[in-house]
């Protein structure tokens, strides 16, 4: 069983940053990726971007490319997303989620909250 705490979350103005800590505890040497999502109030649940744990590669969804930066610290099983230029519509709760190889993102955090002020 792998627990993941996220960390980091709270209030920025606008064009502002933020960064988000996910780490990791327990049978974590299975884990494939860990990925970061987002949900706002009213709004599905949304893939934000995933790392590699081992080679650590990198992708990211739309609305995340430019902006965003995922990045791990093996030694510390800690995985980040560090948020520049946020935006209002950046307002959700974000979670990060692991996953085995071939597996879906079965382990999730409790969430943080991320709100953005005009």
């Known amino acids: 069983q792998v627990l993941l705490v996220e960390s980091g979350g709270g209030l920025v103005q606008a064009g502002g940053s933020l960064k988000l800590s996910c780490a990791a505890s327990?049978?974590?040497?299975?884990?494939?990726?860990m990925g970061w999502f987002r949900q706002a109030p009213g709004k599905e649940r949304e893939f934000v971007g995933r790392i590699t744990w081992s080679a650590g590669n990198t992708y990211y969804a739309d609305s995340a490319k430019g902006r965003f930066t995922i990045s791990r610290d093996n030694a510390k099983n800690t995985v980040y997303l560090q948020m520049n230029s946020l935006k209002p519509d950046d307002t959700a709760v974000y979670y990060c989620?692991?996953?085995?190889?071939?597996?879906?993102?079965?382990?999730w955090g409790q969430g943080t909250q991320v709100t953005v002020s005009s």
């Open positions: 989620a692991a996953k085995t190889f071939g597996g879906p993102y079965a382990t």
């Open positions: 327990g049978r974590t040497a299975s884990t494939y990726a």
